[in-house]
């Protein structure tokens, strides 16, 4: 037996979308999570529903805990809050697990398909994402905060950003130009020059190097189907990888599916949905090229590992999400090893290179644009102590009574 006995949140102030759970059983040994939005919610959902059943429970049990944490009576058709604190629980169990065999989590899952596996750069800014919703504007006052400042870099220099990730080995990268014109209209039409502007960054990629980076158009959910059907037109001429998540709600099949019919940009989809069923709909429908999952918000490991098995019977690539944390990453980069259909770990450069550092253990290797294999047991990774012990930290423990 490996009981529970103990469950801790930390979240800090100064990343308030994050929060982490820290999973200790009676051997001694301690399983770190983690999750992204409505930190405050996930926190009470961890305490307040999923720890009094799960402390005394044997942690060997992921797929049972996954059952009871993600199939209750309702409210768990899309990543609110219990499945988000779900996601990071079952994180945690997996790195118990790796760490109890003394073996990496890619092994524990069932051993890695591949040693490495290549990483896009998410052209992100040190400090995007991190607080409320992410920022979609640069501004003419708006100066890059150290060299890979890349959301500024590709408004205004996309083809000088695509030399410099083909300098560090990247050999792909996405951008979101058109999102600042979804305010004019609601997202529900996007007129000529919008068009126009939102091209820009491309066609300056494509003039600077030509075919030699792959490039994917993040949408963010914002759009209309129209409107998306147009902006994927328009982006056909660039030849890109995947157009990303371009409709307003990424569960609509039947929209998905017509609008992937109406353009001939592969269409990705989506960190935003929880669970097998919400994969199996959209494949069923024909309405995904790639398979994008977030194990912060689809159910963690347990429940993308099945996610996995489904975009390999339809044949269909699969590339895990990070623009949230430090630990999802480690875990996305564990499923993107294992998985037979992974093409790609996402990755931020600018926060591996700052803020990442100050929370946990390890990163990602990267080495020529590729992510190595983690050897050490579980994820790879802890978060620092000095976290936990920092003024602006909110603790909250569950434990098992003695």
């Not at 056909?236 to 599916?257: C, G, H, Q, V």
Request: aromatic share 6%; charged share 20%; with cysteine.
């Amino acid at each position: 037996m490996s009981l529970i006995r103990r469950i801790r949140t930390i979240r800090i102030a100064e990343r308030p979308n994050l929060i982490w759970v820290e999973i200790e059983t009676d051997e001694g040994i301690t399983g770190l999570g983690e999750s992204f939005r409505g930190a405050e919610a996930v926190e009470a959902a961890i305490h307040e529903q999923a720890a009094p059943w799960l402390l005394g429970r044997d942690s060997r049990r992921i797929e049972a805990v996954s059952r009871q944490l993600l199939t209750p009576y309702l409210g768990f058709h899309s990543a609110g809050a219990e499945v988000r604190a779900a996601s990071a629980i079952d994180i945690a169990l997996w790195d118990l697990a790796g760490k109890r065999h003394g073996i990496p989590v890619h092994e524990a899952l069932g051993g890695a398909v591949r040693e490495r596996i290549p990483a896009y750069n998410t052209c992100a800014g040190y400090a995007y994402n991190t607080a409320g919703a992410a920022r979609r504007s640069i501004g003419a006052a708006d100066a890059p905060a150290g060299p890979y400042d890349d959301q500024i870099a590709f408004m205004r220099d996309a083809g000088a950003l695509a030399k410099s990730l083909l300098a560090e080995g990247y050999r792909a990268m996405k951008i979101w130009p058109f999102d600042e014109a979804a305010a004019r209209y609601g997202g529900q039409h996007i007129d000529a020059a919008q068009i126009e502007a939102g091209l820009a960054p491309f066609a300056a990629i494509r003039a600077a190097v030509g075919g030699g980076i792959e490039v994917m158009c993040e949408l963010h959910s914002l759009w209309s189907a129209t409107a998306a059907t147009r902006i994927c037109r328009a982006l056909e001429p660039y030849d890109l990888l995947w157009a990303e998540d371009p409709i307003a709600k990424m569960d609509d099949a039947a929209a998905l599916a017509d609008l992937r019919r109406a353009c001939r940009v592969p269409i990705c989809g989506s960190e935003t949905l929880a669970g097998a069923p919400s994969f199996r709909r959209l494949l069923e429908a024909e309405a995904l090229d790639v398979v994008m999952l977030d194990l912060a918000w689809c159910g963690g490991l347990t429940e993308g590992r099945k996610i996995a098995v489904l975009a390999e019977a339809y044949a269909r690539p699969l590339a895990p999400h990070d623009c949230t944390g430090p630990v999802t990453l480690m875990a996305g980069l564990h499923l993107a090893l294992h998985a037979p259909t992974a093409i790609f770990q996402e990755v931020v450069r600018a926060t591996l290179a700052t803020w990442y550092r100050d929370l946990v253990t390890a990163l990602p290797v990267l080495e020529a644009g590729m992510a190595l294999a983690p050897a050490a047991p579980g994820l790879g990774c802890a978060l620092l102590p000095e976290v936990a012990r920092r003024g602006d930290a909110v603790l909250r423990v569950s434990e098992r009574a003695a």
